[in-house]
């Protein structure tokens, strides 16, 4: 990306302070801040730093010594301003010569909110159907606070935040620790000018925020708390008395409107509303580059629905999007009702973050005997479903975020991803809440937990002792990418499991009808459906089997793997660490854990239990990877394949022992170009490597190297 270069000279400004001797301080000073504020706009505002941190800070340093030298060259748009460092006993109050207005919320959620808002524009604008389409600005609404920054003659004179609208406080020195605020416009902006925008705080910044605070409290600093959200810790940083504090909160900025302007009314800067945050951004404004033109209720539905989709991996936190009529004389026609633009619509998304209660703590156990603290939630609804569970992952994590029965807390869930707690609000802790800790033995059998060195998960050491293992044992043994037993759910499993029917795996090829019978909400055809569902699972794979088994570490993937390289259950459990360490995607930790299972007597002879129920598969030979037929061979996908996807041309030649490459080398051996190939059978032609197309594919998938 290219951006003028705002400060002119301040690239020579950088290079004069080694080359040449300066002529005087007082010309020292301002290239050291002409530089300076060069390198905090590339840094802050256009993420493109040109010199390291280091060489910053060293620019910064020899201005503070200058400074310090002849306070009088000391002005109040230096960069060195941006540390803060002033403590005041109290706001002045700022009157607003133009009013900060609020914004009308639309109250419907839906994408239909937004159709709502053009039909009220062009009502307004008494457009008949027949007539064109109103041109919108869509923006984000950025979850922060308003604020107000007055520029006279291009320095920052004043940060003002929004109060009532007509008065405000002068928060100028916490304005000034924001690295992406200019405190300096470049040359030709109007005398006065008044930039909007709302400070807000990046996610990873409140993150790193509440860590350090979480230590500082650990450590015994009085006073100290952690911030409930991102906007909580925004608006409490601008509202620092001691500006040294603020600077220790990294805020930013969002420019998206103005204030009081001086600029003739015959010569207008701008006509919309989209040119006039151009011509911020041109001055060294942050705009969001999410910001568009769009063309009636249709354009907005789009942005609406574009945005949705993007909220969750956005850096910081939105909770909405606005609509903008992008026309100024069409704003201005269309006015204000008291305190809210005409013109202007808030369009909110529904609300990812709630608070709610902490009823309990429990501890679950997994299939292969990890304990998992769960906070257990007054139900609430969040990001568009009802929530009452969320996991605690673990004693560190519980205690990291110190989660207490009792606590009020703010639950978070964005998109598909599983609800979590995100703090916890201290303010409102009962008194003598207990820390949580884990207990000493498994809630289910009473089994020892133990923690193993570098580990942060609690395990039962129960084993399938434990009925909690067995249940998930099972369940997992059954599932459909494992032994595939359809109806085998985890009700039936938990009774199965509790009435004794079913004390290991084996135990489900031996269940008659009259065990069944006597379940609960078990319907005789059920059963019996059941019944030929196991039957038929005995005509399994080997890797199916191997995966069914839950042994710790084996996924689907390396079940695979190892199906593959020993061809035989027999070769497997027989394989030392070192024979399993040769399996592709089998380390260290995975090999030991194989070993280590099937070293329990118990499963060898569960896994004999289940060869004499008559679970059989084709046992395969040996493969060794260098006996495959395609062993030593590396391809290259590209374009379109006629006759197969690229996936399933990959399986196939994987399957085969070749291996398949994603850039062309000398070493590859071939590339299989199908339509619109493009650089990739260029470079294939340029270093002689062979090309086939589908026919060549087919050739080498029958095993034979073309
Ligand atoms: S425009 C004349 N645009 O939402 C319209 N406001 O009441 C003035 N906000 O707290 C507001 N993002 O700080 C506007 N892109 C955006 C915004 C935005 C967030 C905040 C604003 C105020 C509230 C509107």
Redesign the pocket.
């Known amino acids: 990306m290219t951006h003028p270069d705002l400060f002119g000279d301040a690239q020579a400004a950088t290079s004069d302070l080694s080359a040449k001797p300066v002529t005087s301080t007082a010309v020292r000073a301002a290239q050291l801040r002409a530089a300076l504020h060069h390198h905090a706009h590339r840094y802050y505002t256009l993420d493109a730093p040109e010199i390291p941190d280091a060489e910053y800070d060293r620019l910064f340093r020899q201005l503070q010594a200058l400074e310090a030298e002849h306070p009088e060259l000391l002005t109040p748009d230096s960069p060195t301003q941006r540390v803060g460092g002033k403590v005041l006993a109290e706001f002045a109050q700022v009157r607003h010569r133009v009013p ?4 009308r ?1 639309e109250t419907d959620t839906k994408a239909s909110g937004a159709e709502a808002f053009d039909a009220r524009i062009r009502k307004e604008l008494g457009l008949g159907d027949a007539q064109p389409a109103v041109g919108y600005v869509a ?9 107000s920054l007055r520029y006279e003659n291009g320095v920052l004179v004043q940060g003002a935040t ?1 109060g009532d609208g007509e008065t405000g406080e002068d928060v100028t020195a916490n304005v000034r620790t924001i690295g992406q605020i200019p405190l300096r416009l470049p040359e030709g902006v109007p005398a006065v000018l008044e930039v ?3 400070v807000y705080m990046r996610r990873g910044d409140f993150e790193a925020l509440n860590e350090r605070q979480r230590q500082r409290i650990a450590a015994g600093a009085k006073g100290e708390k952690t911030f409930v959200n991102p906007r909580n810790a925004a608006a409490g940083a601008v509202r620092q008395l001691d500006s040294g504090i603020a600077a220790d909160r990294p805020l930013s900025f ?1 420019a ?2 103005l204030g009081e302007v001086t600029a003739p009314a015959d010569q207008p800067l701008w006509t919309t509303h989209y040119d006039m945050l151009m011509q911020l951004k041109a001055w060294g404004f942050p705009v ?1 580059e999410q910001t568009a033109v769009v063309e009636g209720a249709a354009g907005l539905v789009a942005f609406h629905q574009r945005i949705a989709a993007q909220r969750d991996s956005l850096p910081y936190d ?1 909770d909405g ?2 609509y ?1 009529v992008n026309d100024l004389a069409l704003q201005q026609q269309l006015g204000f009702v008291t305190r ?2 005409r013109w ?1 619509v ?1 369009h909110k998304y529904p609300a990812q973050e709630e608070m709610t209660q902490v009823l309990a703590i429990d501890v679950q156990v997994g299939r292969t005997g990890k304990l998992t603290p769960v906070a257990k939630l007054a139900p609430v609804f969040v990001g568009g479903v009802t929530v009452t569970n969320a996991t605690l992952h673990n004693e560190l994590e519980a205690r990291r975020k110190d989660v207490r029965i009792g606590d009020t807390v703010i639950v978070r869930r964005a998109g598909d991803v599983i609800p979590e707690v995100v703090s916890v609000v201290l303010d409102r802790r009962p008194a003598d809440a207990p820390q949580f800790t884990m207990m000493s033995h498994c809630p289910v059998c009473g089994s020892l937990a133990e923690r193993e060195e570098g580990e942060a998960d609690h395990r039962c050491t129960g084993g399938l002792f434990c009925s909690a293992q067995r249940k998930q044992a099972v369940w997992h043994f059954a599932h459909r990418r494992a032994m595939d037993v359809d109806g085998l759910g985890d009700k039936l499993v938990d009774q199965l499991v509790d009435s004794g029917q079913v004390n290991t795996l084996a135990d489900l090829y031996h269940l008659k009808l009259e065990n069944l019978a006597n379940m609960d909400r078990m319907a005789e055809k059920s059963a019996v459906n059941l019944l030929q569902a196991l039957e038929k699972s005995k005509q399994a794979t080997l890797p199916r089997f191997l995966f069914g088994l839950g042994i710790r570490h084996v996924g689907e993937a390396t079940a695979k793997e190892l199906a593959r390289h020993f061809g035989q259950l027999d070769a497997v459990m027989a394989a030392s660490e070192d024979a399993l360490l040769q399996v592709a995607d089998v380390g260290p930790i995975v090999a030991h854990s194989i070993r280590t299972f099937f070293d329990q007597p118990h499963n060898r002879e569960v896994v004999q239990a289940l060869r004499d129920a008559g679970i059989r598969w084709a046992e395969g030979e040996a493969l060794a990877p260098t006996e495959m037929p395609l062993a030593g061979v590396t391809v290259v996908l590209t374009g379109t394949l006629q006759t197969m996807g690229r996936d399933e041309a990959k399986d196939k030649l994987e399957a085969l022992g070749a291996k398949v490459a994603g850039s062309v080398s000398k070493k590859t051996s071939y590339v299989v170009a199908g339509a619109e190939a493009g650089s990739k059978l260029d470079k294939a032609q340029a270093l002689g490597v062979p090309v086939l197309d589908d026919a060549g594919l087919a050739v080498l998938l029958s095993g034979q190297k073309p």
């Open positions: 900060m207005l609020s914004i919320t923006e984000l609404k950025f979850d922060g606070l308003a604020m929004r909007r925008g709302e969002f998206y409107g969001a939105i999007v606005v903008k809210e633009p202007a808030a």
